[in-house]
């Protein structure tokens, strides 16, 4: 399988963007459209084509910049999981995350979570608290 797609997209990120339904405005934009709703605008499709997966998924679910650098940054001592109510949490591919593993503690983080911090603060000690786990393994 090619590693680009429409719209210059890798197959993953393409895959990202079909899962949210997101379609690509006469601007470039890509958004969600419902019919009861506004329409959600989240990316251009020259960010989604610069930016990692993890970014694209992170700006879906509103995180910051600090958590989309950390996290990309440190992606090698995560995991990205889902949770299916027949199996529990399982690991799954990176555009169908939502749910994340800390490896070193088994710790597993909600996206849902990573959005309700708002201060730089508390994230910062929410980083120092996993990475205390990381020293012993």
């Known amino acids: 399988m090619s590693s680009k797609n429409i719209y210059g997209l890798t197959q993953e990120k393409y895959n990202l963007i079909k899962k949210y339904s997101l379609t690509l405005n006469d601007d470039l934009i890509w958004e969600f459209h419902h019919d009861k709703y506004h329409t959600i605008?989240?990316?251009t499709n020259k960010f989604a084509i610069k930016h990692s997966t993890?970014?694209?998924?992170?700006?879906i679910h509103r995180l910051c910049y600090a958590k989309i650098k950390y996290f990309e940054k440190n992606f090698?001592?995560?995991k990205p999981y889902?949770?299916?109510?027949k199996v529990g949490?399982?690991?799954?591919e990176l555009?169908?995350?939502?749910?994340i593993l800390?490896?070193?503690s088994n710790i597993i983080i909600d996206l849902r979570n990573l959005q309700s911090i708002k201060d730089i603060d508390e994230f910062k000690r929410f980083c120092n608290y996993l990475e205390t786990f990381e020293g012993s393994h």
């Open 95 to 99: 555009f169908d995350m939502e749910f």
């Open 82 to 85: 889902k949770y299916d109510y």
């Open 89 to 92: 949490f399982h690991e799954c």
């Open 41 to 43: 605008k989240y990316f």
């Open 76 to 78: 090698d001592k995560f």
């Open 54 to 59: 993890l970014a694209l998924l992170f700006n």
């Open 102 to 104: 800390h490896k070193p």
